[in-house]
């Protein structure tokens, strides 16, 4: 099983980026799939989940109203698209894939988790 997050870079304040997330070496379709991140110093944090089908999403906090999480099961991927960027959105942001399909809050949870990305490193200039 592969996670392979891309799509980070260097951004302003206010600016945007969608990161992307391609699976390869499981059936795709039946995972749930997170968003984690982890800025320097600081302990990995949820971000977004999102269903099996993309019918059922979940934000954290500081995630609600500015990013939104997509997938297309049809090419093995999910999204992140992340807008109105602050500079306390710096990180690095991994993928994570969980083998039951939705498990609602708990998937807030990295051991809800059986996969991961290597990341993507973010990085949000003021």
Same mark, same amino acid.
């Given at each position: ?6 799509? &980070?870079?260097?951004? /302003?304040?206010? $600016?945007?980026? #969608?990161?992307?997330? *391609? +699976?390869?070496?499981?059936?795709f379709?039946?995972?749930?799939? &997170?968003w984690f991140? /982890?800025?320097? $110093?600081?302990? #990995?944090?949820?971000? *977004? +989940? ?11 906090d ?11 099961? *049809? ?8 807008n ?6 710096t ?36």
């Amino acid at each position: 099983v592969q996670l392979q997050a891309s799509g &980070g870079g260097l951004v /302003q304040t206010g $600016g945007s980026l #969608r990161l992307s997330c *391609a +699976a390869s070496g499981l059936t795709f379709s039946k995972y749930g799939m &997170g968003w984690f991140r /982890q800025a320097p $110093g600081k302990e #990995r944090e949820f971000v *977004a +989940a999102i269903s099996w089908g993309g019918h059922r999403t979940d934000y954290a906090d500081s995630a609600k109203g500015r990013f939104t999480t997509s997938r297309d099961n *049809a090419k093995n991927e999910v999204y992140l698209q992340m807008n109105s960027l602050k500079a306390e959105d710096t990180a690095v942001y991994y993928c994570a894939g969980d083998s039951i399909t939705y498990r609602g809050n708990l998937m807030r949870f990295q051991s809800a988790y059986n996969f991961w990305g290597q990341g993507t490193q973010v990085t949000v200039s003021s």
